[in-house]
């Protein structure tokens, strides 16, 4: 990532909007090396978990963009579109026979596992045709939707039945050390799924058959903050400001960081598929150090009797919006100075530094490290990696971070992901990954 001063140079310029390109676009239809590895992925990502390499799978994903480029230029500030022209630089990552041979299979819960929506232009929103939530989907029914009423088919978590995703997203895994979720978006010739939209997510959309044109929109159109840390409303196009259109071909990799609003439709002759890779769901400074302050404080009020100690009786008398000064307007020159205010919040910031003096950063540091590793995939084939750490004492390591050493109650803990449930990822964040992508 950038150091803070690069960091907030390159935001003040997207806020401020110097560049007028919303993407950037790297045509690379003309690199050999990308050639000699299209359909590459699945034994690549094979290869890169055996070697513990996840960095290799990563450059493959973005090539022939570097990592070190990607990194500075495009991580969290900027779009991407990486124009491939080669249709099978991404074969053996998803099929629409898979996702019809699924349904078939009553693998499908309406809205646990599929939704069927389609973007009404006149409302202005998007349509939920699905049956009662939890209840199989209905095959035939679904394909129907999706042949005659234009209905885009949201899959989620593919990865779940998908041993070729389920590979791609465990290296990956290893690659962020964050848990990295995947939708699968299908949707017929000349329909669009969804209202303008941002997420909560840095998205990687990858374009596997037929082709998708994209609307980006700038960066906080709609009001929107920089890096929100919650999925947006959905917008009607005339409330935002012109967009910047990219078409995806089969091959071609969408960036989009988190927060940019957008939409798409597929092009009027053939049905789209992608797939959208996530990361960063829930991984930002603000979450480590909601961690870490609970820890401090409580850490703090068993050492500290200062903080034990009641709050003054007299205290609600001189705090609370009545007592403050609203939106900086200044006290009135007749009202006196509240001195015993000024008392409590001098005692208050002394109390706060008390707590910040106890904080926890490696403990907190190991708690979210220990909450990536329960929501992690499991790996495939966990017991052909694991080579000996000490054999005599029986220990063994599958790859590099497969497990994290944690400190509680002054006892140690060991977390790992080899008893996850590889029917169950991302379960728990559901809310954040139904929403990225279109």
Known sequence: SQPPAAAAAAAEQLVDG???????????????????????????AKRCAKRDTPARLMRWLVAPVSLDEFAASYYEFMPLHVKRGEAGYLDGLLTIAELRRWLKEGKFKYRQNVDVVRFDAAKGRKVNVNGAAGTTADAAEVWRNFKE???????????????????LLHVLERHWNCAVGCNAYLTPAGSQGFAPHSDDVDVFVLQLEGTKAWRIYPPQAGAQE????????????QELPTPQDVNLQPGDLLYLPRGTIHEATSSSGEHSLHITVSTGHRTTWADFLHIALDGALAMAAEEEPELRRNVPSDAMNHLGIVHSEVDGAAPDEQDPVDNRREELMDQMRSLCATVLSHLPVDAAAD???ARFQAQRLPPPDAAEQCVPVRKAAGIYVSFGGCARLALEDDFAMV????????????????DAGAQHGC
């Open 415 to 430: 977390y790992h992901p080899f008893e996850n449930q590889r029917l169950l990822h991302m379960e728990h964040d559901d």
């Open 226 to 237: 920089l890096w929100p840390r919650v999925s947006s409303r959905d917008f009607k196009p």
């Open 149 to 167: 009423q234009g209905c885009s088919l949201r899959v989620l978590h593919p990865q779940r039945w998908s041993d070729s995703l389920h590979l």
């Open 18 to 44: 110097e560049d007028d390109a919303l993407v950037d676009v790297v045509d690379a239809s003309q690199t050999d090396v990308l050639m000699a590895e299209a359909g590459a992925g699945p034994a690549l």
């Open 367 to 369: 708690a979210f490290a």
